[in-house]
C-alpha cells in the first residue's frame, strides 16, 4: 500500500491550493488529513470515509478546506482556501480501516511522504 501526496507549494496568503493524495495497493474505509508546522506538534485536519459522504473537520479547517474522495481513482484530495501563514505545514494523507472519522494519527494504519505547504503573508 501506497500513498503519494502532492500538491504543495508555495502560495500568498488568501489564496488557495489543492492537494492530491493517490492510493494504491487497497481501499480503506477511511482517509484524512494531516499537518505539522514546523517546531509544532502534528495536528489532524480532515477526514472522510471512503465514499466521501460523511466528513469531518478541525475547527482550523472549517469553512476553509474540503476533503473530497474521486473513488474512481482512488484519489483523496483537500481543497483550500483563504490560507493563512499558519497553514503553512507539512501535509500528511493517511488511510485506515477505523470504524469512525478518527482524529488520532495513531488510529490510521497507512500514511504518506508529506507534502510542504508555505504560505507567505
Known amino acids: 500500500v501506497q500513498l503519494q501526496a502532492s500538491g504543495g507549494g508555495l502560495v500568498q496568503a488568501g489564496g488557495s491550493l489543492r492537494l492530491s493524495c493517490v492510493a494504491s495497493g487497497s481501499t480503506f474505509s477511511t482517509y484524512a488529513w494531516f499537518r505539522q508546522a514546523p517546531g509544532k506538534e502534528r495536528e489532524f485536519v480532515a477526514a472522510?470515509?471512503?465514499?466521501?459522504?460523511?466528513?469531518y473537520y478541525a475547527d482550523s479547517a472549517k469553512g476553509r478546506f474540503t476533503i473530497s474522495r474521486d473513488n474512481r481513482n482512488n484519489t483523496l484530495y483537500l481543497r483550500m482556501s483563504s490560507l493563512k501563514s499558519e497553514d503553512t505545514a507539512v501535509y500528511y494523507c493517511?488511510?485506515?480501516?477505523?470504524?469512525?472519522?478518527?482524529?488520532?494519527?495513531?488510529?490510521?494504519?497507512?500514511w504518506g511522504q508529506g507534502t510542504l505547504v508555505t504560505v507567505s503573508s
Open positions: 493517511v488511510a485506515g480501516s477505523t470504524g469512525s472519522l478518527a482524529t488520532r494519527w495513531s488510529d490510521y494504519n497507512y
Open positions: 472522510a470515509n471512503w465514499r466521501g459522504s460523511r466528513k
